[in-house]
């Protein structure tokens, strides 16, 4: 059984940074595209960032500069590093894991960036 657990969300000022965090747990994470979705209120879930198992990364153009994703495979764990953040980023996050045909999705994560 596949888990994905987020961490890491919470409340910051506008220019200030927040790292996410995922622990995947009965998978072969490392074989595996590991991607952050945001979903602000109201609005449809957007993809963010993407990281395969080569370590190749994809940004959506409004965090290009600004998010870092990365993974660690020992620990079966992927990160969202967000510096300069804005008012606009404010939503709950989602770690996925793509495994074949498969998509796991966590509970999410609240990030919510005041003025």
């Known amino acids: 059984?596949?888990?994905?657990?987020?961490?890491?969300?919470?409340?910051v000022q506008a220019?200030?940074?927040l790292r996410l965090s995922c622990a995947a747990s009965g998978t072969?994470?490392?074989?595996?595209v590991?991607?952050?979705?945001?979903q602000a209120a109201g609005k449809q879930r957007?993809?963010?960032?993407?990281?395969?198992?080569?370590?190749?990364?994809?940004?959506?153009?409004s965090v290009k500069?600004?998010?870092?994703?990365?993974?660690?495979?020992?620990?079966?764990?992927?990160?969202?590093?967000?510096n300069s953040l804005k008012p606009e980023d404010t939503a709950v996050y989602y770690?996925?894991?793509a495994v074949g045909p498969y998509d796991y999705w966590g509970?999410?994560?609240q990030v919510t960036v005041s003025s």
């Not at 590991?34 to 945001?38: G, L, T």
């Open 1 to 11: 059984q596949v888990q994905l657990v987020e961490s890491g969300g919470g409340l």
């Open 46 to 61: 957007e993809l963010v960032a993407v990281i395969r198992s080569s370590g190749s990364t994809n940004y959506a153009d």
């Open 34 to 38: 590991m991607s952050w979705y945001r």
């Open 95 to 97: 770690c996925n894991l």
């Open 65 to 82: 500069g600004r998010f870092t994703i990365s993974r660690d495979n020992a620990k079966k764990a992927a990160y969202l590093q967000m």
């Open 15 to 17: 220019g200030g940074s």
């Open 28 to 32: 072969i994470f490392s074989l595996n």
């Open 107 to 109: 509970q999410g994560t």
